[in-house]
């Protein structure tokens, strides 16, 4: 799945959709020697930072533990456009950096009032490809503004199962990864973490317990896994603590991710991450940096009351702190620019904010990610696609999906379908309440927007004809009490203008429906109990969800899995399996591969690696997925390594999380896994 990248072209066209996608950005590298020319990959780029930051002086070293707000105080930060500086050191070459405050959610990459493209269409694609073409895309949009470093959501410290990129740590890591390697292409730095902002509170308001302090080893093959998986597949970027949880809550992360992990960059926290301080209260601080942080961001709202200001001066005066911790932190922090080479090729702030401008989007890729990211849900009598030779379809929607349907009306017209826009108002749903026209319609094209519509939904689907229903809400608590008694149901996520006409060709047939769900879809409901609401929880709970995780459906036809077969190579597991299309139509497939734990263990399968593959009509097609040891492993924190216990294994194959036709064991040995990332820059460039 690793794939190597090209530096954007400065004139590449960016829609200013694109801006959500990410949360992040940092530049391009370090002083006199560009990072990724550093002999020796990660340990090179090591050793380069160490030898920077050694050479630093006191204060220098303290002052680039911070970003503090432009200007200073909150004109400053009116005057910056929200942003932080990273001061650099000029003295050194090392220029100043600039990047928006992480403590909220994304923000589009001019910070004007553009749409934002939803997380989930992204991570519905089950597309690394595509959320790599994102990541470029983003470094290009964050560039012309100046900034540097910029936050990529959907993985964090603390377990969620509801962030932006999906519930499955493996899905997640993977797409987040392939974000950041775009990021990094474009001399950006990504910052892994979310906040609370970006999480789908469920509908009873259950949440994970995250106050009270868990270690990071316990977290290893959970939050965490997502977390290392990202920095390794991205080949660099920096960590995010204090989104979902204040640092100091997981334990030992200093040394999980600098002596287990052997990751050389630097962990952030937002403002107020590490606890608010104020002025000469030392006391504070050793706690703070026993947490791991290397850079603390700080904001206006604090009122000065940070931890590594000065508090720390104080603290290093009283020798609580030794400055020897002071150059660790700042050999983290450069060697994270370093991996993005932000500090040889910074971006200019001044002139972009005056002068740039983005060019009009004349790319495919925001059409790309809803068109790939719609999940078809449901088809009976296979209504959809729309046939324009059945005659017209009414368009039915409440008032405030007016402009909604307007757009989607155009666009199927543009197809060839004849349709009919009719509103209803306030209160539809009572017998005799729904439009005059919905009497007469054969088909009927629902937008609905949440479970207000339901009634309405249902009454629609008293009248007996075909009845398609397009959900455009992110909601996995989605109830659908109507779900039996419609035709088609297609889940198009958070609905965004440019959405339109990616839809239009998947309604008209015009493009195949080929989204999977990142998320279980629970229809309201959880088993007593039931903290999480993610796929594994359900299993274990022996409860089939409304709509699994990893489902979608294919409007064109179908497709058959056999042959499954397991070896294991070295540090890894090799699967390969046959598809198959006997259909008339190309089907883009997404199989699944799911891994049952160790045999000490008792718990449900995980997912353990995909494939996004078009198959030709009539054609079969033989993939092979590696599969790493550390997902069938338990976090040995003795050795600081995974271990595998002697056993036997098994592997299913499918197209969801509960719909696994394929099995196949292999038996292994104990093994020791080790826990180093490959964050080695990529030696050489692509196309793209």
């Known amino acids: 799945m690793m794939m190597k990248y090209v530096e954007p072209r400065p004139g590449l066209p960016v829609s200013c959709l694109l801006a959500v996608l990410c949360m992040g950005v940092l530049a391009w590298s370090l002083a006199p020697v560009p990072a990724r020319a550093v002999a020796g990959g990660s340990v090179g780029i090591a050793a380069h930072a160490a030898d920077m930051a050694a050479r630093m002086q006191p204060a220098e070293q303290q002052a680039v533990l911070q970003a503090r707000p432009i200007g200073g105080g909150s004109a400053g930060v009116q005057a910056g456009g929200g942003m932080l500086a990273w001061p650099g050191v000029a003295r050194l070459g090392l220029p100043a950096l600039r990047m928006p405050d992480f403590s909220g959610a994304a923000r589009s990459a001019d910070d004007g009032p553009h749409p934002m493209l939803p997380w989930l269409a992204l991570a519905a694609t089950w597309d690394p490809d595509l959320a790599r073409r ?3 895309a983003r470094a290009h949009a964050e560039w012309v503004q100046g900034r540097a470093v910029v936050r990529v959501g959907g993985i964090d410290l603390l377990p969620s199962n509801r962030l932006q990129a999906g519930e499955d740590q493996v899905l997640a890591g993977t797409m987040a990864g392939m974000i950041g390697m775009g990021l990094l292409s474009g001399h950006v730095l990504p ?9 789908q509170v469920r509908d009873d308001g259950a949440l994970p317990e995250r106050a009270a302090p868990v270690p990071a080893a316990h977290l290893a093959d ?4 997502g977390l290392a998986m990202a920095l390794e597949i991205a080949h660099g970027g920096a960590v995010l603590c204090g989104g979902m949880a204040a640092c100091q809550t997981v334990t030992g992360l200093e040394a999980m991710v600098h002596d287990a992990w052997h990751f050389p960059g630097m962990v952030m926290a937002v403002p107020g991450g590490l606890g608010l301080a104020q002025d000469g209260d030392a006391g504070a601080v050793p706690a703070a940096l026993a947490a791991g942080v290397d850079m603390e961001q700080v904001s206006a709202r604090e009122d000065g009351h940070d931890m590594f200001g000065a508090p720390l001066r104080q603290a290093l005066k009283d020798g609580s702190v030794r400055p020897a911790q ?13 991996m993005a080479g932000s500090l040889d090729h910074p971006p200019s702030y001044t002139s972009a904010r005056a002068t740039a401008v983005i060019p009009p989007g004349t790319d495919t890729l925001v059409g790309d990610v809803e068109a790939e990211g719609t999940v078809l849900l449901q088809n009976e009598n296979r209504v959809l696609p729309f046939n324009p030779a059945l005659g017209p379809v009414l368009l039915l929607v409440r008032a405030p999906m007016r402009h909604a349907a307007a757009l989607l009306a155009d666009e199927l017209r543009h197809a060839g379908l004849d349709v009919t826009v009719t509103v209803a108002a306030q209160g539809t749903g009572a017998p005799g309440t729904l439009p005059p026209a919905t009497a007469q319609a054969a088909r009927t094209l629902v937008l609905s927007d949440s479970d207000e519509d339901n009634r309405m939904i249902s009454t629609l689907a008293d009248l007996g004809g075909h009845v398609a229903v397009v959900l455009t809400h992110d909601d996995p608590d989605r109830t659908m009490p109507w779900l039996d008694m419609v035709d088609s149901v297609v889940q198009a996520w ?11 060709a998947l ?8 989204g999977h769900l990142p998320v279980t879809l629970t229809g309201g409901f959880y088993p007593p109990g039931m903290v999480d609401a993610d796929y594994r929880a359900f299993a274990r709970a022996h409860v089939v969800p409304l709509f699994p995780f990893g489902y979608g459906l ?26 198959t299309n006997p259909d008339g139509a190309p089907v883009r497939a997404v199989p699944q591969l799911y891994v049952d734990p160790s045999p000490a263990q008792v718990a449900p399968p995980r997912l353990a690696a995909w494939r996004s593959i078009m198959v030709a009509p009539g054609h079969t097609v033989r993939v092979s997925l590696p599969v790493s040891l550390r997902l069938l492993a338990q976090w040995n924190v003795a050795g600081g390594n995974w271990a595998v216990a002697t056993g036997d294994y098994t592997l299913s194959l499918g197209f969801s999380s509960v719909m696994l036709v394929r099995h196949a064991g292999v038996h292994l040995p104990a093994l020791h896994v080790p826990a180093v990332l490959d964050t080695a820059p990529s030696p050489g460039t692509a196309a793209d």
């Open 494 to 504: 958070a609905w965004r203008d440019g959405h339109a006409r990616p839809l239009a």
């Open 222 to 225: 959970g939050s965490l896994l």
């Open 554 to 579: 294919s409007a064109r036809g179908h497709l058959t899995l056999s042959d499954l077969h397991v070896v294991r190579e070295g540090m890894h597991l090799n699967a390969s399996f046959s598809i």
């Open 326 to 338: 002071l150059q660790a932190m700042g050999t983290h922090i450069l060697a994270s620019f370093y």
């Open 191 to 199: 910052v892994f973490g979310s906040v609370m902002k970006e999480e």
């Open 507 to 514: 309604l008209s047939g015009q493009q195949d429906f080929s």
């Open 134 to 136: 994102v990541g470029v």
